[in-house]
Each structure stands twice: as structure tokens, then as C-alpha cells.
């Protein structure tokens, strides 16, 4: 990252063999969605490369690309509200129902590891914005908690707390997974 951050084009190439794959997979952790990974991906590329000049050199390189993609996320989860209210507003006047379609039945078949990855997500996706970014950061991305810190901008005691509620959350989760199928044998 400093000799790009210098202006050496040619270290591109090696910086985003590097870090395209751990900017992806932090932003499916966050988002859930592959195509929208994907997406951010890219913008938080062009992002690296548009601010690369403002990088300190001797810094670690990765929590400087994750707080440029977690950005890109927050960004796109705000377009998509706006989008999302408008589209309501719309559907409002025109008075159509809008109803979802009901999920498809899970079968016995569905693997228990399975199943359990599936709360895990749903789980981590019900959690507030902040609370998922520092979980996925310290378990998923390995961050320690100070550069989690960085990443999000706030203080360590605020990212031990809001992985400790993401934590929580899951725990009772799976708590009540595991009940619930004990009822059921």
C-alpha cells in the first residue's frame, strides 16, 4: 500500500491481489448479498485508489481498506433506504397489497451445520448496523479491538460492547435453536 500510496502504479496488481478477497468477504459478512459484495468490492477499490494519496505511510494498510469499504457499505445501505421509502411511498398511492412471498419449507434433509450458519446470518442481519460491523470485524476479519476501533471510527470500550451485544444475541439465538429442537424430538 505505501509504495501505491507513493504513486506506483505498478504495486496495484499486488494490492488488489491481496485485498480484493478479504474486501469481499468482510462486505458479504455485512451485506449477505454475493452480487452486492461484489459491487462494494469494486467501489471500495476505485475508493483505495481515489484516497490512496491520503494514506500514512508506516499504517496498517488493512483497517484503512475496511473503514474505505465499510463506508462504501454505509453508503449504499442509505441510497437504498431512500430508494426503499419512495418505493413504499409509491406503492402506498396506488394502493396494491404488497406482500412477500412465504420462504420455502425447510426439509429434513437440511444439515444441521446448515441450519445453524442460517441463524447465524439471520441473526447477525436482525442486529443494528454498529453491533454486526464490530462483530464481523473482530471474528470474521481478525481485527484486534483497536483496529476494529479505527475501522469504525469510535472508541475500544464502544467495539468491546457492541461485540459483546452481538455476541449476546447470537448466543440467545442459538440458545433458543437448541431448545426449540430438543421440544421437537
Known sequence: MESYARGDDSAFAELFRIAAP??????????????LADDLTQEAILRI?????SFAAS?????????????????????EGVRRAARERISDRDDEPGGHAAP????DEVLAARETAELVRRTLDSLPAIQREAFVLLRFEGLSVSQAAQVLGASEAAVKVRAFRAYEALRSALRQEGESHSRRK
Open 22 to 35: 478479504r474486501l469481499r468477504g468482510f462486505l458479504l459478512r455485512l451485506s449477505g448479498d454475493t452480487a
Open 49 to 53: 485508489h481515489l484516497a490512496r494519496g
Open 59 to 79: 499504517s496498517a494498510a488493512l483497517p484503512w481498506m475496511l473503514a474505505i469499504a465499510r463506508n462504501a457499505f454505509v453508503d449504499h445501505t442509505r441510497r
Open 104 to 107: 420455502e419449507p425447510r426439509g
